[in-house]
Each structure stands twice: as C-alpha cells, then as structure tokens.
C-alpha cells in the first residue's frame, strides 16, 4: 500500500509520517517526497527515477507531497502518473491546520532562508510563489484554496486529519488512522516531540522513559497550538478573516 500525506507546507506533515512510520508495524521507516517530480524542484527526478525509487522500498510507503486537490503544481503527464499511481494500490490523508499558526510558522521558516523578507502581515499579503496555477493568490488566499480544495473531496480514499486534533486527541487520531489505513498499531503507542536547544538532557531523558520519538519535521519552530496570538495584530487579523474567515468557520476555528 502506498500512503500519499499532503497538507499545505507547516501544517504538520513530517509529524504525521512520523507517527504513522513508528505505530505501525509493515510501514516503511522511509518515505519519498513525490514533489520532486516538480519541474522546478533542486532535486527534480523524473516518473521513471520515482517509479525505480518506489520499487526499492518493501511495506507500506509513505509519499509526502504539498501538491493540491487538483495536482498542481505539477504538469499534465505528472498529474496523471500519480493519480494512477494512488488508484492503483493508495490512500491520501490530508492534514490541515488553523491557518493563522500556518502563517507565522511558514514566515519564521522562509525568514531563515530570504533575505528582505518583509514584516509579517505583509508578507500574508504577499503573492503565493509556491504554485504557478495559483500565482496571482496571496499567501491567505492561497492556503485557503489549498485546504478548502482537499477538505471538499468526497472520495472515501481520502482521510483529513486537523493538526489540533492530533496534538490534543493523540489516541483518537491513531485509532482513525488505524481504521482508515486497515492497520493495527504497535502495542507500545509512540508519540513524536519537537526539540530545541533548551533542557536537551531533561527532553531526552522524558523519550526514552515514555517511548517519545523525535520528529523528523524540517527546522522545526514551536509545533504547539494558538501560537498565532503572539503575532497577529488587529489588522493582520482582519486581513485574514476577509480572505479566509469563510473556511476557518467551516472548520471550526472561529
């Protein structure tokens, strides 16, 4: 079985694989990013190299990707190749998140690497450079397509899965995913922790007494819930509720 994880960027997906790769036993402790298929990824390889990669690989297998409901950005051909690829032998899980902790996330993340990055609530009013089909949406604008899009999907090969939901009902999560995938969980359930610098010896003592797995995430920040508060000012807040406050209704965060 092949498990594609996809989720607009800081939501939550290398927590996700994490969990699913270290509860459940015949899952492949590696994964593949599938947007390296993407014409304009540093690593780009093509159907043929993945189909070579994903060959090697025994078990269950992870694909990671933050391509949309509708496959962009990637081209036609591609597009195609994956959605045979998941129809064949697949199941999608989509993780999301309350979007205002997406954007303070994805800014601190992107600051790390850009220079002039401006301040935060201009950059949520920056054009969305993630995704060619969608290049004319700000970076609200485009989260909220990218959420609203697989959050509409009715197939049943499709589980979404709230960020919140798996930091505070960890239990519950596992046993829907668990029930999604047809897969039992390990009888020692292993959570996944994000570290930093501060109290290293205090953190790793904790893991190896509770079973606690690192994250695997890329640079990751804070990982908790309503870190938002610390960052959005009245107008920030008004800017997103315009552009996005129909879906965060949908979803439950207002």
């Known amino acids: 079985m092949l498990i594609l994880i996809c989720s607009h960027r800081r939501s939550g997906t290398h927590w996700l694989i994490d969990v699913i790769r270290h509860n459940f036993p015949g899952v492949n402790k590696n994964f593949i990013n599938i947007d390296r298929l993407m014409e304009e990824h540093k690593e780009r390889i093509s159907i043929y190299e993945l189909e070579e990669m994903i060959g090697k690989e025994a078990g269950h297998l992870i694909l990671k990707s933050h391509m949309t409901s509708d496959f962009t950005p990637f081209l036609e051909e591609k597009k195609n190749f994956i959605r045979d690829l998941i129809d064949r032998d697949g199941k999608i899980i989509?993780?999301?998140?309350?979007?205002?902790?997406?954007?303070?996330?994805?800014?601190?993340?992107?600051?790390?690497?850009?220079?002039?990055?401006?301040?935060?609530?201009?950059?949520?009013?920056?054009?969305?450079?993630?995704?060619?089909?969608?290049?004319?949406?700000?970076?609200?604008?485009?989260w909220k397509r990218h959420v609203w899009g697989w959050i509409d999907q009715k197939d049943s090969n499709v589980l979404k899965i709230s960020y919140e939901k798996l930091y505070i009902n960890f239990t519950e999560c596992l046993n829907e995913l668990s029930a999604f995938l047809n897969l039992q969980t390990n009888k020692k359930v292993k959570k996944i922790v994000f570290y930093n610098k501060k109290k290293r010896f205090d953190k790793i003592k904790y893991r190896l007494l509770h079973g606690e797995v690192k994250s695997s995430a890329i640079l990751p920040r804070k990982g908790i819930v309503g870190d938002w508060k610390n960052h959005f000012s009245d107008s920030a807040l008004e800017f997103f509720k315009d552009n996005a406050g129909d879906l965060m209704e949908k979803l439950g965060y207002y």
Request: aromatic residues 24%; negative net charge.
């Open 94 to 142: 989509y993780v999301y998140r309350d979007g205002r902790d997406v954007m303070v996330s994805l800014y601190f993340y992107m600051k790390r690497f850009t220079d002039n990055l401006p301040e935060f609530p201009d950059f949520m009013r920056m054009q969305n450079d993630f995704d060619q089909f969608y290049c004319k949406l700000n970076r609200v604008e485009y």
